[in-house]
């Protein structure tokens, strides 16, 4: 059974990602890649850590458990200001290699209305050099978002195509969080030499 966490980087109480977050993780249940124990999804919205350096080390151990039992992340961003949101970029300050070296991430953007794209260029850029995540080629950009991914009925023709390429991208996610299990295994991670990448 593959274990996942699912990260909603809004930093808005009942975001809209944090919803599309559950969606999620709610699939990864429903398609038999995990099961209730093993897929959690975290909230930066609800449960925000401090802006670093300060701490909430109570909050960030249970947030480093978790992505250190993860096979694979989903990282959720909406588009702010055609940004990825500070407090995902908080939590990739946080987070190290320890947590999420050589795992795969599938990217999620989120947007009301036709953007979304942006904060995943962005996050491709910038987010990995020193903790070495690995973001799959597929991506999600959930446009529109307020009227997508409610339960029932689907209400048009792009929730409808949404929901099998989400369902898609979470398999090849699987698959990924499978085979780099390997890799993960046989790269030596504590040569202090090349502790930070170039
Ligand atoms: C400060 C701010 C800036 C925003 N800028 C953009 C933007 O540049 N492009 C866009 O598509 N949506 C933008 N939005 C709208 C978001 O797409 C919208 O709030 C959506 O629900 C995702 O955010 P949420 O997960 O916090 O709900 C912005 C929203 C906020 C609060």
Not at 189 to 194: A, L
Request: aromatic share 6%; proline share 6%; net charge negative.
């Amino acid at each position: 059974m593959l274990n996942f966490v699912v990260i909603s980087g809004s930093g808005r109480p009942q975001s809209e990602s944090a919803r599309v977050g559950e969606y999620i993780r709610q699939r990864l249940i429903d398609l038999q890649l995990s099961d209730d124990s093993n897929c959690s999804l975290i909230d930066l919205g609800t449960s925000p850590l401090p802006l670093w350096p300060e701490r909430n080390d109570g909050l960030w151990h249970d947030y480093a458990t978790r992505l250190q039992a993860a096979n694979a992340l989903i990282v959720i961003t909406p588009e702010w200001h055609g940004m990825a949101s500070p407090a995902l970029k908080n939590l990739f300050i946080l987070a190290s290699k320890e947590e999420l070296a050589h795992k795969p991430a599938l990217l999620v953007g989120v947007s009301s209305g036709l953007g979304g794209s942006y904060p995943i260029s962005e996050l491709r850029s910038s987010s990995f050099k020193n903790n070495r995540l690995c973001y799959i080629p597929e991506q999600l950009i959930v446009r529109h978002v307020n009227s997508m991914l409610h339960p029932d009925p689907v209400i048009d023709d792009n929730d409808r195509r949404l929901r099998p390429r989400i369902d898609y991208a979470l398999g090849v996610l699987g698959h990924y969080a499978t085979a780099l299990r390997t890799v993960q295994a046989a790269v030596d991670m504590s040569n202090s030499e090349f502790a930070n990448g170039m």
